[in-house]
C-alpha cells in the first residue's frame, strides 16, 4: 500500500507565496517522477510541475519563473515552492508519483494525493 500526503495549502493574497509538499509512504521500491497538477472549477486536471529521480524538471508556461519543484529522494518528499502568486492560481492541487512497490519492483504505478486546495484572493 502506498499513500501520498499533501500539505501547505490555503488562502494567500496576490504577490503572496505558499510551499506544498507531499511525502509518499508505504512499501516503496524506488520513485521516478514526482511532481504536481492543478484543477481549477470546471476545468480539466493540467500539469503545473514535475521533477524526475534524475534531476529533469518540466513546468507549465504559466508558472515558469514563478514556482519551484524540488525533492527530498531520502524522505519520498517532493515540493513546490510558489511565488508572485496570482487568482488564477487558485485551484486544487494534486501530488503525483510513479512508484515502484516492494510486492511488484518491475512494474511502474501512478500514484495521487488526495489534494489541497490553493485560493489567491484579496
Known amino acids: 500500500q502506498v499513500q501520498l500526503v499533501e500539505s501547505g495549502g490555503g488562502l494567500v493574497q496576490p504577490g503572496g507565496s505558499l510551499r506544498l509538499s507531499c511525502a509518499a509512504s508505504g512499501s516503496i521500491f524506488s520513485i521516478n517522477t514526482m511532481g504536481w497538477y492543478r484543477q481549477a472549477p470546471g476545468k480539466q486536471r493540467d500539469l503545473v510541475a514535475t521533477?524526475?529521480?534524475?534531476?529533469?524538471?518540466k513546468y507549465a508556461d504559466s508558472v515558469k519563473g514563478r514556482f519551484t519543484v524540488s525533492r527530498d529522494n531520502a524522505k519520498n518528499t517532493v515540493y513546490l515552492q510558489m511565488n508572485s502568486l496570482k487568482p488564477e492560481d487558485t485551484a486544487v492541487y494534486y501530488c503525483?508519483?510513479?512508484?515502484?512497490?516492494?510486492?511488484?519492483?518491475?512494474?511502474?504505478?501512478?500514484?495521487w494525493g488526495q489534494g489541497t486546495q490553493v485560493t489567491v484572493s484579496s
Open positions: 503525483n508519483a510513479d512508484i515502484r512497490t516492494m510486492w511488484a519492483p518491475s512494474r511502474t504505478l501512478s500514484y
Open positions: 521533477l524526475t529521480s534524475g534531476g529533469s524538471t
